[in-house]
């Protein structure tokens, strides 16, 4: 089970940190990340990290985000610097990305049918 914390509302140029708390030993996959769905929109890509720590970010983010793994407290976090309204979504963290968006050239938009672990969401809005 997943759980994500750590939304709520801020201006535009704050920033939130999420964290994604999991039971048992569901964050020690190879692949795992953060999405995020806009109201009438699909939902994307974020940030995914690798069993090796590799991370991979979506393009759109040019260095604002930044996804980490803290295994003392078995929690997937993502600090989210220079908030912009667009960045308004619910942001959801899975457990089981394929690992071809790890590891290889797997497209963001093809890994999301593939995941079947999605937490609740927590939701972020910038004004």
């Known amino acids: 089970q997943l759980v994500e914390s750590g939304g709520g509302s801020v201006q535009a140029g704050g920033s939130l940190r999420l964290s994604c708390a999991a039971s048992?030993?569901?964050?020690?996959?190879?692949?795992m990340g953060w999405f995020r769905q806009a109201p009438g929109k699909e939902r994307e890509g974020v940030a995914v990290i690798g069993s090796d720590g590799n991370t991979k970010y979506a393009d759109f983010l040019k260095g604002r985000f930044t996804i980490s793994k803290d295994n003392a407290k078995n929690t997937l976090d993502l600090q989210m610097n220079s908030l912009k309204p667009e960045d308004t979504a619910m942001y959801y963290c899975?457990?089981?990305?394929?690992?071809?968006?790890?590891?290889?050239?797997?497209?963001?938009?093809?890994?999301?049918?593939?995941?079947?672990?999605w937490g609740q969401g927590t939701q972020v809005t910038v004004s």
């Open positions: 048992g030993d569901a964050l020690n996959g190879f692949c």
């Open positions: 899975a457990a089981d990305v394929p690992v071809g968006l790890c590891f290889a050239e797997l497209d963001w938009a093809a890994s999301i049918p593939l995941i079947n672990s």
